[in-house]
């Protein structure tokens, strides 16, 4: 139950939930068709609308996709995204290093494994688990690879998900990790938004569609049961049914040997939530903030808070980290003791257990540093932890543990990267010296013409706001560089420092320059600047954006012209308010799997979910101050709008390609000019389901940024 993967933010960062392949429909205030002329692009695979999306397409790719400078571009970053040279990055079970790898040869991936004495080696040797392209060939399908989880201490029995489309909708079939297949008659589930959780080898917990009102409004489970094998999944006991109106429920079993446990959780939105103990058949609630995270690990409590929490005669102020003894919790005490606490510059972005100690990942202004904090040994109580700095991370850099072994030592993997630093993979073995490095990424690009800074800029409300610039060193402040502005604003999710070889080739290599705007409503200061930019204060974000714009021509780095925009999700939104609040600053703007039709929003896919982030415009009140930010209806047929290019996909079951469709269609109805649209059939709310689809839309993205930019 790690607060820090905790639901809210792997349905924000796209981690696996599963989701069905169609379009959902209006469940009240339907429009009529007069009232909105583009409602038929709503219905995801109508024949009419996958006519006008072909029609789209082909102006799109005739456009920016038909040259031998876009061959060029793309092949560039094929090259990155299919090198042998990239780390190999891997998870733990047992024995066995694992890792899921896409290359040419492999577009839809191999899973596989290998152990650490051959994975320090240079060219380790692979044991295949499984490949996904030969189980295509042989079963005619397009299966994606959506992860798996595998039954410990053992791992031999997993539970595999694999998306038709590359959405979030998936199968779950049960993998054999001794024969390496999948089980003859094992478990398994048809494609569905489907949360699943081993419970032991023949009973699992699954929340599922199991029929017609079995999904919340936000199109996810809302009945959680205990699954035994061998019996119909219909009989299947019910331990928890939620409200339609909840936002999802989901069951699971923490399996630490010797510490298991069973909770239900139920998200009534994406910041809130109620968490149950469940033993013996009975549920005891968790009686912790509803906005609070939990995690149970070992016998101790962890509690993330969003918001300040007065009790046992202490107050504990929104960012903080907090523990005490899980059972002496559950026993009525509220004895917390503080492992973090934030400051005006500092957040906890993330944290990790080993098996004896805790990593805090603390961002101080949006750069990383690492803690190690250990519990006191045979306490009756939290007590004192003990505190130590882990070795500094170089500046502009970001340092994320990507793996631990909590059940059975105290290893770390360490991933060290920026702007201009590809990645090191490092392990280590907390008490045992500094960590190694296991692999390194070579450069894709030449750095060393390149400067990364840090600025900041004073907002319309008076907050600073942080951004990142990585640009030539001898770049002329006289207002001409082609700038490329990024960012995302939403859901308490941090921009921080990455390499990537993909944006050092096909726009700094070509003398651009590019920039990181961590506005408010990301994570990057703590909650606080997330709840700064929420419903009625969303626009804060759009303002923070348009500051960093405004202050990038300020300092002569670029000016409107030759200044472009881009962003993804609820980036898309921010780039729907930009086009429509701020056209004057930009000279062009991409909007990618984008957020536009604010009124509809909760009635599409998934977007009943981010009522706490935006409001509900079905209630007139919030719709009074949602339609100030909702791109669709703020279209003027008399404004003069940048060049703008939608990019979105027919199988994104998460925000769902109708708003992209709309917003094209829309503008075109108004004969607004340099309007361009391209939907990708698979990949899910991403660019690509494979390296050579994300490679031909990343290209098109930034190929059309830089004629637009000139």
């Not at 820090?4 to 169609?22: D, E, F, H, Q, Y």
């Not at 009790?311 to 973090?340: E, H, Q, S």
């Not at 050092?504 to 990181?516: E, F, K, N, P």
């Not at 606080?528 to 500051?547: G, I, S, T």
Request: charged share 20%.
């Amino acid at each position: 139950m790690n607060s820090k993967t905790s639901l809210w933010l792997a349905l924000a960062l796209g981690i696996t939930l599963g989701g069905m392949n169609t379009a959902h429909a209006a469940t009240t205030d339907q429009p009529a068709a007069s009232d909105d002329p583009y409602l038929w692009l709503e219905a995801t695979h109508d024949a009419r609308a996958m006519d006008w999306v072909k029609q789209q397409n082909a102006i799109t790719e005739k456009a920016f996709a038909s040259s031998a400078g876009f061959d060029h571009t793309r092949n560039q970053i094929l090259e990155v995204l299919d090198s042998d040279a990239r780390i190999p990055y891997v998870s733990r079970m047992g024995e066995y290093l694992y890792n899921f790898w896409q290359d040419k040869t492999h577009p839809r991936g191999l899973w596989r494994r290998t152990t650490l004495a051959e994975y320090r080696k240079a060219d380790p040797k692979w044991e295949t688990v499984l490949d996904v392209d030969a189980l295509n060939k042989a079963e005619g399908k397009r299966w994606v690879f959506k992860g798996a989880q595998c039954l410990k201490p053992a791992y031999t029995r997993c539970l595999l998900s694999l998306s038709p489309d590359g959405g979030d909708a998936v199968t779950v079939r049960e993998f054999d990790l001794s024969s390496k297949s999948f089980v003859k008659d094992g478990l398994e589930l048809p494609i569905a938004k489907t949360q699943v959780g081993w419970i032991d080898q023949d009973h699992i917990y699954v929340g599922t569609d199991f029929g017609p009102g079995s999904m919340t409004t936000s199109s996810y489970p809302r009945i959680a049961k205990e699954w035994t094998r061998g019996t119909p999944l219909a009989t299947a006991p019910t331990i928890y049914e939620g409200k339609p109106t909840d936002m999802l429920v989901n069951a699971y079993r923490d399996l630490t040997p010797g510490f298991e446990r069973d909770f239900v959780q139920v998200s009534t939105d994406f910041f809130h939530s109620d968490t149950y103990l469940r033993k013996d058949g009975k549920l005891a609630k968790l009686d912790i903030p509803s906005d609070a995270s939990a995690d149970a690990h070992r016998e101790w409590l962890l509690v993330t808070l969003r918001s300040p929490w007065t009790v046992g005669g202490a107050t504990y102020p929104n960012g903080a980290l907090i523990t005490m003894k899980f059972d002496d919790f559950m026993a009525g005490k509220r004895a917390f003791t503080v492992l973090f606490k934030p400051d005006a510059h500092t957040a906890l972005s993330n944290y990790a257990w080993t098996q004896h100690h805790l990593i805090l990942d603390v961002l101080d202004d949006v750069k990383s540093r690492l803690e190690v904090l250990t519990p006191p040994e045979n306490s009756a109580t939290a007590g004192d932890w003990k505190r130590e700095a882990m070795p500094g991370a170089p500046a502009m850099s970001t340092v994320a543990v990507t793996d631990t072994d909590p059940d059975h030592s105290d290893e770390y993997w360490l991933t060290v990267t920026g702007f201009l630093t590809p990645p090191t993979l490092e392990r280590g073995v907390l008490g045992q010296g500094k960590a190694e490095t296991i692999k390194h990424q070579p450069a894709f690009f030449d750095a060393s013409k390149f400067a990364v800074s840090q600025h900041f800029v004073t907002s319309k409300d008076g907050t600073r706001v942080p951004y990142f610039e990585i640009a030539p060193k001898n770049m002329k402040l006289d207002g001409s560089n082609r700038t490329l502005l990024y960012g995302y604003g939403g859901f308490e999710v941090s921009l921080q420092p990455f390499y990537s070889g993909s944006v050092g080739r096909t726009w700094l290599d070509r003398g651009g320059v590019y920039v990181i705007a961590n506005i408010r409503g990301g994570g990057e200061y703590g909650p606080a600047w997330h709840q700064a930019a929420l419903q009625a204060n969303r626009p804060k974000a759009y303002q923070d954006f348009a500051a960093v714009a405004e202050d990038l021509v300020k300092r002569g780095i670029t000016s409107a012209k030759h200044l472009g925009a881009e962003g993804g999700s609820n980036g898309g939104l921010l780039m729907g308010n930009m086009l429509t609040q701020y056209p004057q600053l930009f000279g062009a703007i991409a909007c990618e799997v984008p957020l536009l039709d604010m009124k509809r929003y909760i009635h599409l896919d998934a977007g009943a979910s981010w009522i706490a982030e935006y409001g509900n415009p079905d209630d007139p009140k919030q719709w009074s101050f949602i339609k100030t930010f909702s791109p669709y209806q703020n279209l003027h047929k008399e404004t003069h709008y940048p060049p703008v290019l939608f990019y979105t996909t027919t199988s994104d079951d998460r925000v769902g390609p109708a708003q992209a469709r709309k917003m094209a269609a829309k503008m075109e109805g108004m004969d607004i000019p340099n309007v361009w649209f391209y939907e990708n059939l698979e990949g899910g709310h991403g660019a690509g389901a494979d390296n050579k689809q994300s490679a031909h839309m990343h290209a098109m993205v930034y190929d059309f940024l830089w004629d637009k930019l000139k």
